[in-house]
């Protein structure tokens, strides 16, 4: 098959989750298809990032979107009422450069990600396939709940528009796939049990166990510029530590990620240590004798627990996170989801060695048994073949975006 893979941003460096999702299943496609890529980037995309998807990809097509444009589509998405993250990674240049790639590729079949990229591809006849990775008004409901003032409203305006988009994207695509149940579950329409689970994956040959010295007690790791992660990291320094230490007053705890808020930053002091931005992230998981992801917003299925697990760390986190992990509670991970339940885990297993050694391995075996890009992508490939081989096309009367 010809493919032609649709992107809001560049897929590389994995420092996200939509980038890491995309590098991956794009790496699995290619050792059966041809594969295409277009995506718009709003930061300039070096060219050694252009090189780590050359050997996956026949032809590489990036368009430069700038921000000022982009803010100005946020407003008139707003002033029409429409989601304005479509807004923000839409602009008639992308369109432009998007509808010149597709009738130079001429591909068998579109794979998109996420409704950001609706307006690109909504009117092509080519057949196509949409990933929801995750379900965004889910992720946009949670956070307009621990929201307040005028950041409430704009959150609750993008969690409607979002929900109509998701809800319209039935009528326009021939094949949808998700993340996990939990967020298909949450999608906005009577047929989303017709949405195709396509978990993610884990690189095993990169993310194993490796022996560092323990020099942290906790680690949480994550894009600390991430809404969801900034919350978790805040939970989890200012809630959950100050009740561990109470029985563990010695106990360190490591925030690592790039780009951290200044109000992740503030959160250093002799017992937690913020560290940035880290060339290799395995060495701040192997740092830890504990990973915890206290996810209290957000949707989708958390990397970095997969992460956390094949490199054979305890785990511990919370209901909302362990709902698309679906592993056992108990035996692969820890869940807890006030602070004193979720500290409670953590110094049972700061005191109790073997238990941590018994979870690791546990949550070790379960994640290689449950979660491979390789399997992810058969899928993938299945469910874009067989749209290609029904011949169907929605025509361009469906799509609710116009001509701008």
């Known amino acids: 098959m010809k493919i032609l893979v649709v992107l809001p941003r560049f897929p590389y460096p994995l420092e996200k989750g939509d980038k890491l999702r995309a590098y991956y299943l794009i790496k699995e496609l290619s050792k059966n298809n041809q594969v295409f890529l277009f995506c718009v980037s709003h930061t300039k995309v070096l060219p050694e990032y252009v090189e780590k998807l050359r050997p996956y990809c026949l032809s590489i097509k990036v368009v430069h979107s700038p921000r000022l444009v982009n803010y100005k589509n946020v407003v008139r998405n707003y002033l029409h009422t429409k989601s304005l993250q479509i807004g923000y990674w839409d602009s008639l240049r992308a369109r432009r450069s998007y509808k010149k790639f ?5 591909p068998d079949v579109l794979y998109s990600q996420m409704v950001r990229t609706m307006p690109l591809v909504s009117r092509s006849l080519t057949p196509k396939v949409m990933d929801f990775q995750d379900a965004l008004s889910m992720n946009m409901e949670r956070r307009m709940e621990q929201s307040k003032g005028l950041w409430h409203y704009i959150l609750h305006f993008e969690f409607k528009m979002l929900r109509s988009t998701e809800y319209n994207s039935f009528k326009i695509f021939d094949a949808l796939t998700i993340i996990s149940e939990t967020d298909s579950e949450a999608i906005p329409h009577r047929k989303n049990g017709d949405i195709i689970i396509v978990p993610n994956g884990v690189d095993f040959d990169f993310f194993q166990p490796i022996e560092r010295e323990k020099r942290y007690d906790i680690v949480f790791c994550g894009n600390m510029r991430y809404e969801p992660n900034v919350h978790a990291a805040r939970y989890l320094a200012q809630k959950v530590m100050p009740i561990v230490w109470e029985s563990c007053p010695e106990a360190t705890l490591l925030l690592s990620g790039a780009y951290p808020k200044n109000n992740v930053s503030n959160l250093a002091n002799s017992r937690v240590t ?47 996170a362990n709902d698309a992990l679906q592993a056992e509670a108990g035996r692969d991970v820890l869940v807890g989801d006030s602070p004193q339940e979720f500290a409670g885990h953590l110094v049972d297993l700061l005191r109790d060695g073997e238990k941590r050694e018994q979870l690791a391995r546990n949550g070790n075996t379960f994640v290689h048994n449950s979660y491979s890009w390789e399997t992810a992508g058969k899928k993938l490939e299945k469910v874009l073949d067989d749209v290609v081989k029904r011949g169907v096309s929605k025509v361009a009367s469906e799509t609710s975006f116009n001509d701008r």
């Open 274 to 320: 913020v560290s940035g931005y880290v060339d290799d992230i395995r060495e701040s998981y192997a740092s830890a004798r504990i990973f915890a992801a206290p996810m209290l917003t957000g949707s989708g299925l958390q990397n970095k627990l997969l992460e956390a697990m094949a490199m054979r760390l305890p785990c511990v986190t919370t209901t909302i």
């Open 102 to 106: 597709e009738q130079e590729v001429c």
